[in-house]
């Protein structure tokens, strides 16, 4: 049984009947990485999101399961989701001020959460706060803890955050655009950091980025998402040499490589709330087949673990 199984989700709005993540499934073996993939609008973070059954307001959980280490997200009390949350799956965002509580030092921040999930006394907690920090990189651990969010550097702040993620000692951790609003050198230690956390101490990582280098080099296995659909799925290599879908090798020559792009891809993701009855990547397909404007493409399995959703196949 893989470590985490995404079935059928489907999300949308509260009370009306717009899906906006649409039958969503994938999973993942412990100690992978496993990138998603796409632009703007796809249901990206409201994925992301659900690994924790958490939703922003006005999403609501339609049907379909989050499994974890063999628990089923969707089936728990409250309760028991909040036991979990922190302790078996974090996140990580881009804009750490908007996690971070900007009253409260790093060092509170921290204790909270180990307050909330593990019973240590005032000591053991100081000793694992630094101990916390200094796995994250952040120098002085005893001085920084001290820090409140406004005073420390953007690369620090990344830095704090994930350490606070990391509190609850959670086995997956969802990544969302985490490095996004950092400079490139920073970007690069980030990423250097997650990828040692996943090596070194088996941490278990949804990656989510729009950048295709990124998730090249970070995951070992990637979903492309088009209009709340996952549109392919492969192991990393795969994907990138023999990617399948229109829209993934589109993605793929848009991007620059030495300094050159081979072709941009035109337009942008269909309205979500006006989705076609059809394939949903119909109006932008460079190579647009019959079937496609009526019926709806399946996932299907081309070979051994990638999956495309294209009439040309299967
Ligand atoms: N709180 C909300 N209320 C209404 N619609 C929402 C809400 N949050 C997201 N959506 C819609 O759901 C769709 C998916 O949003 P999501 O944030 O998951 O996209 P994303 O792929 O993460 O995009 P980005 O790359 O811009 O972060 C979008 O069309 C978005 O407008
Ligand atoms: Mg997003």
Request: net charge neutral; aromatic share 8%; glycine share 8%.
């Amino acid at each position: 049984m893989p470590f985490l199984e995404v079935k059928d989700l489907v999300l949308g709005l509260k009370g009306k009947n717009v899906t906006l993540v649409d039958k969503v499934s994938f999973s993942l073996e412990k100690k992978e990485i496993l990138g998603i993939l796409g632009e703007s609008g796809c249901g990206k973070s409201l994925t992301g999101f659900s690994l924790l059954r958490l939703f922003p307001p006005g999403i609501a959980h339609y049907s379909g399961d989050v499994i974890i280490d063999g628990i089923s997200l969707y089936k728990l009390s409250e309760e028991e989701v909040l036991k979990l949350r922190g302790k078996k799956v974090a996140i990580i965002l881009q804009d750490p001020l908007s996690s971070l509580n900007p009253v409260l030092t790093i060092g509170e921040q921290i204790e909270e959460v180990l307050k909330y999930h593990f019973n240590l006394n005032k000591n053991e907690r100081k000793e694992r706060i630094y101990r916390l920090l200094r796995e994250v990189g952040i120098p002085d651990p005893e001085i920084r803890a001290k820090s409140y969010p406004h005073q420390l550097s953007g690369g620090l702040r990344q830095r704090a955050m994930i350490a606070m993620a990391l509190a609850g000692e959670p086995e997956l951790l969802v990544a969302d655009e985490p490095t996004t609003a950092l400079d490139v050198t920073l970007q690069i230690q980030i990423l250097e950091l997650l990828s040692e956390l996943n090596q070194k101490k088996g941490l278990t990582i949804v990656f989510i980025s729009h950048d295709l280098g990124i998730i090249r080099w970070i995951a070992s296995k990637v979903c492309v998402f088009y209009a709340g659909e996952v549109v392919e799925m492969a192991h990393t290599e795969e994907l990138f040499n023999n990617p399948l879908h229109p829209y993934t090798r589109s993605l793929i020559n848009s991007y620059p490589k030495e300094g050159k792009i081979k072709k941009i891809l035109k337009g942008g993701v269909v309205n979500i709330y006006e989705k076609p009855g059809g394939c949903r990547y119909f109006e932008r397909c460079e190579n647009p087949c019959k079937e496609g404007e009526k019926s709806h493409p399946e996932l299907v399995s081309v070979k051994d673990g990638h999956f495309v959703r294209c009439f040309r196949y299967g």
